[in-house]
């Protein structure tokens, strides 16, 4: 069974800074792009970076630029995202999940598909 | 920014009736779009991509249809587990990947 589990979250005061980890099992963890979505209590959902299969090249909601940082470790099969300088409004579920990819005629991309696979979320607060 | 928008915002339906939930984008996503579900206290779980295919292990009741900026999620036959909100998705025009605010089913 394909899995996503996140960890990491807690209670952290604003300028404070926590790592998030996302560990997959069940499917070939190398192979895909995987990104972190957030949801505000209440909220819906907003999507935060996105880390692709070989590290190559990162995205990141503009309110996060420079203040948090994806990255992965292959060997073992975790996605990361350190946060850094937080504030009140980066209170939020954090989920990682998976992109699907797509192919066209003539190549396949790890990014740009639809999210098939989510985790179970992981809280953060972000409060003095 | 795609600027994903969905209507209703809270939609009451009987068990057994039809509910129609819509979603639109402020430009063409062509047939990029996700409807997602998320039942309460859970997280989010895909439905259905590429605007009409459902996902694995998805009931026949849920439909999607449309392309371009338009599209609709039914449920055909409305049951007590579905009650949830959904999402939809465009994965088209990226970075960033845009979520509509949701539209919450509830069981009349």
New interface residues.
Partial sequence: QDLLVESGGGVVQPGGSLRLSCAASGFTFNTYAIHWVRQTPGKGLEWVAVMPYDGSQRYYTDSVKGRFTISRDNSKKTLYLQLNSLRPEDTAVYYCARDQGYCTTTSCHDVGGWFDLWGQGTLVTVSS | EIVMTQSPATLSVSPGERATLSCRASQSVNS?L?W?QQKPG?????LI??ASTR?TGIPARFSGSGSGTEFTLTISSLQPEDVAVY?C?Q?NN?????????TKVEIK
Wanted: aromatic share 26%; proline share 13%.
């Fill in positions: 990029k996700a997602i859970q997280a989010p779980t895909l991509y590429g996902a999402y998705q994965y990226w970075p960033p990947w845009t979520f509509g605010q949701g």
